[in-house]
DNA sequence: ACTCTGACTATTT
DNA sequence: CAAATAGCCAGAG
C-alpha cells in the first residue's frame, strides 16, 4: 500500500467498521455512513472505500445500496448478479435491481448506536 | 500541478 | 413527475 495520510486511513476504517456492523438481512445507504461519519456531503467517499474495500473480503459491500435502495453498486461485483444473489441469500427481496420492502430493511448505523 | 472520473444526493428545470 | 445540474472530495493518469 502507499503511504495513505492518517486522516484518509481513518475515513475508510470507519466506513469499514460501519459496513462490517450491518445486520445480516440489512442494508444501508452511503449518504447514512457518510451522514454518521460527520461527512454528510462525502457519499461518493463511501462508495470509493467500498471500492477499496474489495481487498478486504470480511466487508459486505452488497449490503450497501444507494438511497433509493437500488444496486447501484452491482456491476462491481464478480459475475452478474453476484450482489443481488448475496442479497437474496440473506433474505432481502430484489426486483428490477431495487430491493423491495427497503425501508424495512434498511439499516442506520445511527440507530445502531443509539440501541 | 491540472484534469477527469466516480458504488451519491439534493435541488432545479 | 422525469431528467438535467450542481455540489461534494479523494484517487489516478
Redesign the pocket.
Known amino acids: 500500500m502507499?503511504n495513505?495520510?492518517n486522516?484518509?486511513l481513518n475515513?475508510?476504517e470507519r466506513v469499514y467498521l460501519v459496513v462490517e456492523q450491518i445486520p445480516e438481512g440489512r442494508v444501508t445507504?452511503?449518504?447514512?455512513i457518510?451522514k454518521y461519519l460527520g461527512?454528510?456531503?462525502?457519499?461518493?467517499?463511501?462508495?470509493?472505500a467500498?471500492?477499496?474495500?474489495?481487498n478486504k473480503p470480511e466487508i459486505p459491500?452488497?449490503r450497501?445500496?444507494?438511497?433509493?435502495g437500488?444496486?447501484?453498486?452491482?456491476?462491481?461485483?464478480p459475475g452478474t448478479n453476484t450482489?443481488q444473489r448475496l442479497l437474496e441469500d440473506e433474505g432481502i427481496s430484489i426486483v428490477d435491481d431495487q430491493i423491495q420492502n427497503f425501508k424495512k430493511v434498511f439499516w442506520d448505523p445511527s440507530d445502531a448506536l443509539n440501541s
Open positions: 502507499s495513505y495520510s486522516d484518509t475515513f475508510f445507504s452511503y449518504g447514512a457518510a461527512a454528510a456531503r462525502s457519499s461518493r467517499m463511501v462508495g470509493w467500498m471500492n477499496a474495500a474489495h459491500a452488497q450497501v445500496v444507494n438511497r433509493l437500488i444496486l447501484s453498486g452491482k456491476h462491481h461485483f450482489m
